[in-house]
């Protein structure tokens, strides 16, 4: 078996990114202008699409790769472990704390939107990372329940 190179972490890499961003786009609630919490939703997916290196959703799929985990949960737990993420920086950049005006090169969320609208945008990727993960648990636990264990 040949070693891997460079470019085929290159590859992997970005195909578990394109993977991460179509769940994101998935599990982000879409933005309606019509429904009063358009601004959240458009937050939400402001501070969440298109960001960063992606290392730790990278790391949850090389660690569960190893170990042969299921793809599907591993792109849920993955895209939790972001939204965890962005919501740590969207709070970290808050007045209160960092006062950061630039993430990833454009105006933090505080900036963009308002500082009540990044806190609730945070807290909603926080609860909304954890909803995937039970969903998840629930989808495998239906899977457990119809084995025969005994």
């Known amino acids: 078996m040949s070693e891997p190179s460079q470019l085929d972490f290159k590859q992997w890499s970005e ?5 991460l961003e179509r769940v994101l786009e998935q599990v982000l609630p879409e933005v309606k202008t019509d429904h009063p919490l358009a601004t959240l939703h458009e937050a939400m997916r402001y501070v969440s699409l298109n960001a960063g290196k992606r290392v730790r959703a990278l790391l949850v799929f090389a660690a569960g790769e190893l ?3 299921n793809k599907m949960n591993l792109a849920f ?3 939790a472990v972001e939204l965890i993420h962005a919501y740590s920086l969207v709070h970290d950049d808050l007045p209160c ?3 950061d005006t630039l ?4 105006p933090t969320c505080h900036i963009q939107y308002d500082e009540p609208t990044a806190l609730l945008v945070g807290d909603a990727l926080q609860s909304l990372a954890f909803e995937i993960l ?12 119809e084995l025969n264990l005994s």
């Open 15 to 19: 195909q578990k990114k394109a993977l």
């Open 67 to 69: 170990v042969g985990a």
């Open 77 to 79: 737990a993955d895209t």
């Open 97 to 99: 704390m960092d006062n």
């Open 103 to 106: 993430r990833r090169g454009k």
């Open 134 to 145: 039970t969903e998840q648990i629930h989808i495998v636990a239906q899977g457990f329940s």
